[in-house]
């Protein structure tokens, strides 16, 4: 079991649906976790950062760690075609000098 | 903002060269990484820096080796450039501390070896 399961997609949504992307772990000892987004042929740009477990709100995007069930979600709402990226999830443990252990992607395509 | 500024967009090399890339950062961040990032593999930790002259093998590190001779530069150095290690690689970088924090990516290379 790889440590951190991400569904590839590709996934199509019409412009303002609700997405959920979501990853799954094995480390009961991933604290930090993130969500990253990246436009084809760009490097990965910081959407989101959650400490433990609970939910954090940005604007249209909500990120949510379930840690009793090993599982961490990313909404967002009323999407937009300038969301079309690819998500990745990434996590770490406490002090392991910000070693992060990314998920493979999914790549979401929003169509107008 | 913080910025990680990766020396080239696109680089072509041939077979056997030796091939170096340069990651530079602005906001003092004591980690730096580099990835190579492929179709269906991810990201993939090929070495890390926390520290000046300091540096960790990471998942793949068969075929490259690293050099962090100042804290905002680190170098990839690919000793004799193969086919398989074309690929798009991403230096990163972070704060260090009692909590982790994120990492900031550069714009990426997007190595071809012929």
């Known amino acids: 079991q790889k440590e951190v399961e991400q569904d590839p997609g590709p996934l199509s949504v019409p412009e303002g649906a609700i997405v959920s992307l979501n990853c799954t772990y094995s480390n009961s000892a991933f604290q930090y976790f993130m969500w990253y987004r990246q436009y084809s042929r760009k490097g990965p740009e910081l959407l989101m950062y959650?400490?433990?477990?609970g939910n954090k709100e940005d604007g249209r995007f909500t990120a949510q760690v379930d840690k009793s069930s090993k599982y961490i979600s990313l909404f967002i709402r009323d999407s937009q075609p300038s969301d079309s990226a690819t998500y990745l999830c990434?996590?770490?443990?406490?002090?392991?000098?910000?070693?992060?252990?990314f998920g493979k992607g999914t790549k979401l395509s929003v169509k107008p | 903002d913080v910025k990680v500024t990766q020396s080239s967009r696109y680089l072509v090399k041939r077979t056997g060269e030796k091939v170096f890339l340069e990651c530079v950062q602005d906001m003092d961040h004591e980690n730096m990484f580099w990835y190579r990032q492929d179709p269906g593999l991810g990201l993939r930790l090929i070495y890390f820096s926390y520290d000046v002259k300091m540096k960790e093998k990471g998942d793949i590190p068969e075929g490259y080796s690293v050099s962090r001779e100042k804290k905002e530069r680190f170098s990839l150095i690919l000793e004799s450039a193969s086919t398989n290690q074309t690929s798009m690689y991403l230096c990163a970088s972070s704060l260090q501390g009692g909590a982790n924090t994120e990492a900031f990516f550069g714009q990426g290379t997007r190595l071809t070896v012929v």
């Open positions: 990434a996590m770490s443990v406490r002090g392991s000098q910000g070693n992060l252990i």
């Open positions: 959650t400490y433990s477990s």
